[in-house]
């Protein structure tokens, strides 16, 4: 398949095999810290996401979730419902952008988060990147990200095909959420494997894993060992986190129980070493077979 028009391609030192088509330099967000938000579909991105934007916003920053799903709930637990995507009041209009206001696409969440669903492509016919890069471009022409702190990507699942690694074009650093489980390493072994090729066109490095639904740690930190990744917050299984799903709220809305509100402390201690900065990791991927290896996966 040929570039797009206008594109630069580079053949090189992107991945092994690839071919990547550079992104416009106009789209470039300027100004926020930007966090790429990936993992294993169903391992609580959009919640650990939502919990992390209210932490920012509780700190004093301005935020801005974008959710990168054509499920479009990653800010559910944000404004209390399932809001209008980009690419729905795009069509609305015919696809001119012109005609659209900010708050057309823009909800305002719990504690000011702004609030954006990029939405998705037809299934099997369109390319999640393109929904990306109109989201950012659209954005930006309303200045919409001009007085913005901190941008956070919510992403669908494990998919690092180049159309959903395109949050990575954008971001500072790529989080990571995972289970202590064995799917879940192995989805995070392929995300640290893309943010690595992005890195060597683009600023994005590798920030670490945000290990959730999960009370032991053992399986991660061996992975960690073994590849140089690091853990940043711990999230344990607790009920109160799913509840808070149903709910329609965030994590700080849900009380002041002992175990909620070390859940919220964790969180807020999270934010503040994020913004404190992450020192990037040059974490090594293994290879497929030596992480069966590794795990002892029967």
């Not at 028009?5 to 030192?13: E, H, K, M, Q, T």
């Not at 590849?227 to 700080?252: E, Q, V």
């Amino acid at each position: 398949m040929r570039p797009p028009p206008n594109s630069s391609v580079s053949r090189l030192g992107d991945g092994e095999g690839s071919v990547q088509v550079h992104a416009d330099p106009a789209a470039k967000i300027e100004g926020a810290t930007v966090f790429a938000v990936y993992g294993k579909g169903g391992i609580g991105k959009s919640t650990t996401s939502s919990n992390l934007s209210v932490a920012f916003s509780k700190l004093g920053k301005r935020v801005l979730q974008i959710g990168c799903d054509p499920k479009h709930d990653s800010t559910f637990t944000l404004t209390g419902r399932m809001i209008p995507t980009v690419i729905d009041v795009l069509d609305g209009v015919g696809f001119h952008a012109e005609e659209l206001r900010p708050e057309d696409f823009v909800v305002e969440g719990y504690n000011g988060v702004l609030c954006v669903e990029a939405g998705g492509p037809p299934a099997g016919t369109g390319c999640g990147g393109y929904v990306v890069g109109q989201t950012v471009k659209l954005l930006k022409e309303h200045h919409l990200l001009e007085e913005t702190d901190i941008v956070i990507f919510d992403v669908l699942g494990d998919v690092v095909c180049g159309g959903f690694a395109a949050p990575l074009l954008h971001a500072d650093r790529g989080l990571i959420v995972a289970a202590n489980d064995f799917d879940s390493i192995f989805a995070m072994n392929r995300i640290v494997s893309a943010i690595k090729a992005k890195a060597v066109n683009y600023n994005v490095r590798i920030g670490g894993v945000i290990v959730n639904r999960s009370d032991d740690t053992d399986q991660i930190e061996k992975f960690n060992a073994a590849t140089g990744m690091k853990t940043l917050a711990h999230f344990p299984n607790l009920d109160a986190i799913r509840r808070s799903r149903l709910a329609k709220k965030s994590l700080f809305e849900m009380g002041d129980a002992p175990e909620i509100v070390a859940v919220q402390d964790e969180y807020l201690r999270l934010a503040a070493s994020l913004l404190a900065g992450v020192t990037p990791l040059e974490a090594t991927p293994l290879k497929d077979r030596d992480i069966f290896d590794l795990l002892g996966f029967d």
